[in-house]
């Protein structure tokens, strides 16, 4: 019986770009949407600028989707990451990290603010079969709604998300391993016993050099 997981933030953790971002310029350029991606770039900018919180930067998000079909949402997820494969896709110490955890039989699971369609085709690259992510919300007919369910697996919901699937299994989060590489990130991985940061986010390594957890 595993009795330790290990828990992987991808964008920029595992993957050198920020998923929901690249997709979405992928999928508008796709459908010739080129109006709504410089649209939704210009006001997600400002509302950054403006200090909008993360969780209703998230939700926008998502809405840029509604009356769409999972399928087909699911089928550009895939032509997607096959398109981003001819690139230099993942962050190398960290899926090294993520490889050695499954050599020792260790419960390796995606935890993202990013959504299924996105993280699948990569999970199943990398031999991952647990994702944590957000849930999104469709009609009887499988068509999305625009709205996002909970837990909401970012910041904080991250570290909640955590907890219940280490509750579920009966895991000890004090035996787990948690890497992120942005301060939003803290959360989750001070709810492990085993947190690491990764990559050159100078504010989560400072905190990280503090609290003594290694830097990959």
Known sequence: ????????????????????????????RKRKEYDKLESYMIHFRAEVKKGTPREKLNREYYRQFAGISYKELEDAGEKWFRFKLNSELFIGSAVSALKKHQNENIYTVFISGSMLPLLYPIAKYLGVKDILCTPLIFTDTRKLTGEIGMLQTIGTGKKDALI?????????????????????????????????????????????????????
């Open 164 to 216: 219940h699937f280490c509750n579920e299994r009966k895991i000890n989060p004090a035996h787990c391993y948690a890497y992120g590489d942005d301060l939003s990130d803290i959360p989750m991985l001070e709810s492990t016993g085993h947190p690491v940061c990764v990559g050159k986010n100078s504010a989560l390594i400072r905190h990280a050099i503090k609290n003594s957890w290694p830097i990959i």
């Open 1 to 28: 019986m595993q009795n330790s997981a290990a828990f992987f933030d991808v964008d920029e953790t595992l993957i050198n770009i920020k998923s929901m971002f690249d997709f979405f310029d992928f999928w508008c």
